[in-house]
């Protein structure tokens, strides 16, 4: 494996998988599935298909974050098997809710999400080193939190109809932001010294696009929600910092998360 891709960056990776896989399956645990016991406005009695949560989507997003939790107790066979767990109930659900007519029916969107973030944790160790440790230990929760709080927040009752509803804020479009945004971060982070720069003048500035989005279902614009932030600041904001990182990793062409007794990634 490491004639492919170096394990260092294969870390690394897992790092981009584990921090969003769980950042959005808090997300959608109180958006989507325990949301209505939060917010009276949200759901009635007639919306409990699947007992006290809403859609059997919640068995992979419970997976993921225990796998998570597992990772931060330093479990990490546990981690490996609770996420294969987590992707085989991914693609087993994307194909049952596919063929079925279920009362809510998820985008298999999702399902597509946490299937690649389930593959990419499992490529390394996302906290193989203490630097990536904290990141992801500390990242993927707090991630989670904000985007929970920022859309938690908006009225309207937006989470009645996050499944597959007309708001802005619902499941295909969540899914499809965060897995966009995921890819870009992965190639990002699988790139070499040489090949560094270049992606970070390219993939950076494309991560204001779904960032954008995202922010604004998330976050909330000036007539829908909390913070009024337009997209063109996000579009020149990751311009800019594409620009400085490029210059960054053509001044230091090896970047790393050393470890004690580690030495540099190539």
Known sequence: ?????????????????????????????????????????????????????????????????????????????????????????????????????????????????????????LSGDPIRTPVLRKVVLIGAPVLGVFFT??????GGGAQRTFWGGPFLINDQRLAWWALELVVLAALLAAAGPKARPWACLVLIPLMSLPLSGMFLMLGGNSTIGLVGIQPEIFYVGCSLIGVLSAWAAWKRPVLSFPGRDATPAT
């Open 1 to 121: 494996m490491n004639q492919v891709l170096p394990s260092r960056r294969r870390d690394r990776m897992a790092a981009v998988g584990a921090i969003s896989g769980t950042a959005l399956a808090l997300v959608m645990m109180v958006l989507g599935e325990v949301g209505r016991w939060f917010r009276w406005n949200s759901y009635n009695l007639v919306d409990h298909p699947f007992g006290a949560f809403t859609t059997p989507a919640v068995i992979v997003f419970i997976l993921t974050i225990v796998a998570f939790g597992a990772r931060a107790f330093g479990r990490r066979t546990t981690a490996i098997g609770l996420q294969l767990a987590s992707v085989a109930a991914s693609v087993a659900l994307a194909v049952i809710l596919g063929v079925t007519d279920p009362p809510i029916p998820v985008h298999p969107l999702v399902f597509a999400f946490f299937g690649v973030t389930g593959l990419l944790a």
């Open 149 to 154: 709080l920022t859309s938690y927040l908006q």
